[in-house]
């Protein structure tokens, strides 16, 4: 059997990098993965001329605009790579009969929700991010390629910044910090959820459509609790003081509630998801290696 060709855009971000990690043990594909330089998603007019030479038959959508704060003050950059971009590789796959799995995130929601979100729950997004995401979806949706929505959240990864990092970097350097206890998810360890990917292509027949799936590590815990874990696995001496969102303002609204159901995800391509402290301990491991 041929191998396929997997296009991963984002070579440079969390998600890319792990996918990069783990291609070895998936020699059934061969990986392609592309940077800004090479696929330019803020400039979504490029991107068919971008991958006119190049044979895929998947793409990995893993390159997003994620400053969150920041898209309040650029909601054209983050509507161009969050939504405009999306459409084009819906288009450009629908054209090549490729397959699409597109990242989006659980900002799609209000965070008013007291159940875990389903993937068919109303969406109402609270901020430039949320809204330039939830285009994208409904974009690609329209376009309705072969391929799949992955709404994750609280990624976090040996590369580039993030949550853990950031703590272990202040931890390191302060005897205190104040961290938010009023905001509850689940954080997502990017590693898994670039296996949980491959899984996914591992099983095409159940794509022949777009899907709107939801993954993140199993549990709960607010960003007070997953600062504590951080500090606990790793040695760290720093005290951790609870604080509401309200002493913290930032530009964009962050959702309250943000844990999302999975059962859709483990009943299609029957995965275990970790518990988000043992890959969480697995990350700092890495850290530390």
């Known amino acids: 059997m041929p191998k396929l060709n997997i296009l991963v855009t984002g070579q440079n971000g969390q998600l890319g990098q ?3 990690k783990i291609a070895k043990d998936y020699p059934q594909f061969d990986f392609i993965f592309l940077g800004r330089e090479q696929l ?5 007019a490029t991107l068919a001329n971008a991958l006119e030479n190049i044979a895929f038959d998947i793409i990995i959508n893993c390159a997003a605009y994620t400053a969150v704060d920041k898209a309040e003050s650029e909601p054209e950059l ?3 790579i969050n939504h405009l971009a999306v459409e084009q590789l819906a288009q450009i796959c629908n054209q090549r009969r490729a397959t699409l799995i597109h990242i989006s995130t659980d900002y799609v929601f209000d965070g008013k929700n007291y159940n875990p979100y389903i993937e068919t729950d109303p969406v109402d997004p609270q901020g430039v991010y949320g809204i330039t995401k939830l285009k994208g979806e409904q974009a690609m949706q329209a376009v309705n390629p072969k391929g799949a929505i992955i709404r994750t959240s609280w990624v ?3 590369f580039g910044n993030n949550f853990v990092k950031t703590m272990l970097r202040l931890g390191a350097e ?3 910090l104040n ?8 954080p997502t360890y990017a590693t898994d959820l670039a296996q949980a990917i491959l899984a996914l ?3 095409p027949e159940q794509l022949n459509q777009t899907q709107v799936y939801h993954y ?3 549990g709960v815990c607010s960003w007070y609790d997953f600062a504590k874990a951080i500090f606990e696995m790793s040695g760290t001496r720093c005290k951790v003081n609870p604080i509401e969102t309200k002493d913290y303002p930032t530009p964009a609204k962050r959702p309250h509630y943000s844990l999302m159901n999975k059962a859709k995800i483990k009943q299609d391509y029957l995965i275990t998801i970790p518990y988000w402290r043992d890959s969480l301990k697995i990350a700092l491991n890495c850290l530390e290696s």
């Open 216 to 218: 993140s590590n199993e």
């Open 18 to 20: 792990s996918l990069a």
């Open 78 to 80: 983050a509507d161009a």
């Open 174 to 176: 302060r005897d205190s």
């Open 156 to 158: 976090y990864s040996e």
């Open 40 to 44: 330019d998603l803020s400039q979504p």
């Open 179 to 186: 961290v938010i206890y009023d905001q509850v998810g689940s």
């Open 201 to 203: 292509l591992s099983q």
